[in-house]
């Protein structure tokens, strides 16, 4: 199958950490992907990971991946207003096949 | 490098009218995909070129048709335009559109039909 599957909203508070998640049906995808997507405006690719990693971390972000279980989560730590968006996971099989996406909303 | 880009960023058409969307890849990217965004069904995949021609193409009606140029820029058509076609239109580019490629979005056409 092709679904990929994530909540649709998630609430915090700035200085808090946020976790999005994503549970993905194809074992045989190579990269999975976090893009982040603010009002208006396109995708922008925030970090990805190979299939054979189990987390991967840039900065910010934390990319944890359960592969057994199938399971993708972005973790974003100290969050801030301006992270404030909608967050889209994505498995590549040579098309993007992406879940609903996440809106995140950080209150102050 | 410049990014990808993408005209017009906002139209707006009536039912039965066609349209044309435009993308500029990334210099060098040879590979251009197109993804429409809809509330309701979110963010589904169009169709792919490589070098000119279509190499993947996803679940549309064929009133949507696209081509690239051999500068590697592509345009997609949608005929006949219908409501549902009101949508947010992206392009994304890449180096040869590989699995293992990441793939870099533009900032989308928005496309009302009234």
């Known amino acids: 199958g092709e679904d990929v599957e994530q909540s649709l909203f998630l609430s915090v508070r700035e200085g808090d950490s946020s976790v999005i998640n994503c549970t993905y049906t194809d074992s045989s995808s190579t990269y999975l992907y976090w893009y982040k997507q603010e009002p208006g405006a396109g995708l922008q690719l925030l970090t990805y990971?190979?299939?054979?990693?189990d987390m991967k971390q840039d900065q910010r972000l934390t990319v944890l991946l359960n592969k057994k279980d199938k399971h993708l989560s972005l973790r974003i730590a100290d969050t801030q207003t301006g992270d404030s968006a909608i967050y889209f996971c994505?498995?590549?099989?040579?098309?993007?096949?992406f879940g609903q996406g996440t809106e995140l909303s950080v209150k102050p | 490098k410049a990014g990808v880009t993408q005209t017009p960023r906002y139209l707006i058409k009536t039912r039965g009218q066609q349209v044309t969307l435009s993308c500029s890849p990334i210099?060098?990217?040879?590979?251009v995909s197109w993804y429409q965004q809809t509330p309701g069904q979110g963010l589904q995949f169009l169709f792919e070129y490589f070098s000119e021609t279509q190499r993947n193409k996803g679940n549309f009606p064929g009133r949507f048709s696209g081509r690239q140029f051999s500068n590697s820029r592509s345009e997609m058509n949608v005929s006949t335009l219908e409501l549902g076609d009101s949508a947010l239109y992206l392009c994304?580019?890449?180096?040869?559109?590989?699995?293992?490629?990441?793939?870099?979005f533009g900032p989308g056409t928005r496309l009302l039909v009234l």
């Open positions: 994304a580019s890449s180096s040869t559109g590989g699995e293992l490629e990441t793939q870099y």
């Open positions: 990971i190979f299939s054979n990693m």
């Open positions: 210099s060098g990217h040879r590979s």
């Open positions: 994505a498995e590549s099989k040579g098309k993007l096949i």
